[in-house]
């Protein structure tokens, strides 16, 4: 069965992992990179539905690499993760085509990482609608409600966000 790629782009040691593994759980191929310039090479030798980039990075910012993105590939899918939301120019997101801008500490805290699979899965069926009937996810919903306790709890508790775990 043809399983989605997600690259997800992220300088943090730890966060990128926890998102992968999630991903991983939901029947997704992800693929993580800490670095921009690795992250383009992957882009241009590998079949990508689906890119996650942190907003805050050394090399550039979220939108200056999906500017970058956009010219060898104006279509792809992207979600942004950010710790600090209130500096992503809106307009210029909306002006990229970024499907979502997703506050990274609100996600955990919420209690609801399925909602970036679910975020993810609409963008990528929007894209490509092949996908539209593959891995739904109320199949993998029970699976996946025990993924999403025990990964907040272990992203809480390695410090990746710096915060205790949460009940």
């Known amino acids: 069965m043809?399983?989605?790629?997600?690259?997800?782009?992220?300088?943090?040691?730890?966060y990128p992992d926890c998102i992968a593994t999630l991903f991983e759980r939901?029947?997704?191929?992800p693929w993580v990179s800490r670095d921009i310039s690795l992250a383009f090479d992957f882009l241009n030798t590998h079949h990508v539905h689906?890119?996650?980039?942190?907003?805050?990075?050394?090399?550039?910012?979220?939108?200056?690499f999906v500017e970058r993105v956009r010219e060898s590939h104006?279509?792809?899918?992207?979600?942004?993760?950010?710790a600090s939301t209130e500096e992503i120019d809106p307009n210029k997101v909306q002006m990229l085509?970024?499907?979502?801008?997703?506050d990274k500490l609100s996600l955990i805290k919420s209690s609801d990482l399925l909602s970036l699979i679910e975020l993810a899965e609409e963008a990528v069926c929007d894209r490509f609608p092949q996908f539209s009937s593959s891995?739904?996810?109320s199949d993998n919903k029970k699976r996946?409600?025990?993924?999403?306790?025990?990964?907040?709890?272990?992203?809480s508790a390695v410090?990746?966000?710096g915060f205790v775990p949460i009940p």
């Open 74 to 82: 104006p279509h792809l899918p992207t979600i942004f993760l950010s």
């Open 135 to 137: 891995f739904p996810l």
């Open 97 to 102: 085509g970024v499907h979502s801008v997703v």
């Open 2 to 14: 043809l399983k989605k790629n997600v690259l997800i782009v992220d300088d943090h040691r730890i």
């Open 26 to 29: 939901a029947g997704w191929q």
């Open 144 to 155: 996946m409600v025990v993924t999403d306790r025990v990964m907040r709890n272990y992203c």
């Open 50 to 64: 689906l890119l996650i980039s942190d907003f805050k990075m050394p090399e550039m910012n979220g939108l200056e």
């Open 159 to 161: 410090g990746a966000l």
